[in-house]
């Protein structure tokens, strides 16, 4: 509910954002008729970006013209969801258009040592895409799984430039860079480097008038807190052998500097399009892995990462598509992240592989047709901290340890107001509900791991100490005899 001087600043900077990018894509037309050829896709993948992050979702002390142009010239989602509170499982989702669940890499939160990954054998959004005729390449983040049993060459991707592991130095890139299957070493700013390819993949695709999927996964804002300029904090984190996860560096300043840096390389992008005539035809999508992280603006909610929290797993997501969805809209439709592989596949005009049917849903009739938003029903589970949640309209189960909640999210997104007794009967539903569905997911295992940020790390979590990591699986109905 929007009430106050801060949302209303907020509502006001969102909508400057949204107009000045609305005039410089004035010359664009609204619609156009469908293209002989199926549309490109472009996805372009934040790396725990904030809900409030960007310009025209109303951050306040940042600049990001590209990210609001692309908004301006589509359709903005104001109820996103990441499938979890950390990368790679949401990675799982994406490129499966599956609950991660169903898969043993999907329990990794995030996949950090163990050796499992995605299974050259199941059906991904890049193999289906290269089925029906595209060209496929992935540029910057993998995370789902190391050579040489997993890779994105071994999941449906053409070409691969990028890393494999889930964090990397902007500057040295921590002996994991990668062109295909060969490490290379190469000077830059990683940002800028995989701004520089994704350019190049353009150009050659639209050289070759194939159709292509780009899948433009940057590493910023993620860890470690190094902007352009910044090599200093790279060399003193490699002389003192420190973490990447760089809890004694940062700043906010340090932050809107990543970001502003990952709007320059979004633009440079945009900007091959439209030089190559590609613009109109081209499915842009923008969105993020999960919700912000330490330094993020997460606003209107609470929680970050690692938690089901709204604020950790509430996300931006646009899509520009100016051949058939009409400008500067924004939708309340609620969305997750393995809805993109449906609805991209809709777009391709190709269908899921019938063996793995995508738990998600096809959104173009929303972004096309501009069908009404329709209720949903969905699940979340995060073994640190023994999380469960679960949406349905606008009510949510949550539950963190041994305390449970229901909210009323559309009333109160920062769910303050527990009313599991007031409202005792949707409590009961939704959180049956969720048994049920967790029955048909793979259980939780004490093997894979988890994370949670404890009280040692940030000081607003008082008293938090770290997980036990131990699953926290419900116990199984005892099963009854059989009468005499």
Known sequence: MEGG??????????????????????????????????????????????????????RPDLTTPNIDALAARGVRFLQAYANSAVCSATRT??????????????????????????PRDVPTL?????????????????????????????????????????????????????????????MGYLTDLLGSRAVEVVEGYAKSREPFL???????????????????????????????????????????????DLDRQIGRVMEALKANGLAASTIVIFTSDNGGERFADTWPFTGRKTELLEGGLRIPAIVSWPERIAQGGTSDQVAITMDW????????????????????????????????PVTRKLFWRYKANAQRAARDGDWKFLKILDNTFLFNVADDPMERANLKVRHKEIYDRLSGEWLDWDANMLPEIDASYTFNFTGDELADHIGTPPTSGKADNPPKEPKQSNPR
């Not at 954002?17 to 549309?39: H, I, T």
């Not at 989702?93 to 169903?102: F, N, S, V």
């Not at 898969?103 to 995605?118: F, H, I, N, S, Y």
Request: with cysteine; aromatic share 10%; charged share 20%.
């Open 5 to 58: 001087n801060e949302v209303t600043r907020r509502a006001v900077l969102r909508g400057a954002a949204l107009s000045a990018a609305a005039m410089a894509a004035g010359a664009d037309r609204v619609f156009a008729k469908s293209a002989a050829r199926p549309p490109n896709i472009v996805f372009i993948l934040a790396d725990d970006l904030g809900y409030a992050d960007v310009g025209c979702y109303g």
């Open 214 to 260: 780009l899948s433009l996964h940057f590493n910023a804002p993620h860890w470690p807190w190094e902007g352009p300029g910044d090599e200093a904090e790279s060399q003193r984190l490699a002389q003192g052998h420190l973490s990447l996860a760089d809890f004694d560096g940062g700043s906010q300043k340090t932050y809107e500097r990543m970001i502003e």
């Open 341 to 372: 592989l449906p609805t991209l596949l809709a777009a391709a005009g190709t269908e899921p592989d019938s063996a793995s049917p995508p738990d998600g849903m096809n959104l173009l009739p929303m972004l096309t047709a501009r069908a009404a």
């Open 93 to 118: 989702a994406l490129i499966t258009g599956r609950y991660q669940y169903r898969l043993e890499v999907g329990l990794e939160e995030p996949l950090a040592g163990r050796d499992v990954g995605l």
């Open 126 to 186: 890049p193999s289906l895409l290269k089925k029906a005729g595209y060209g496929t390449t992935l540029v910057g983040k993998w995370h789902l799984g190391q050579l040489p049993k997993y890779g994105p060459l071994q999941s449906g991707y053409d070409h691969f430039y990028g890393f494999r592991g889930g964090a990397v130095d902007y500057y040295t890139h921590s002996n994991d860079l990668w062109d295909g299957d060969v490490r290379v070493s190469q």
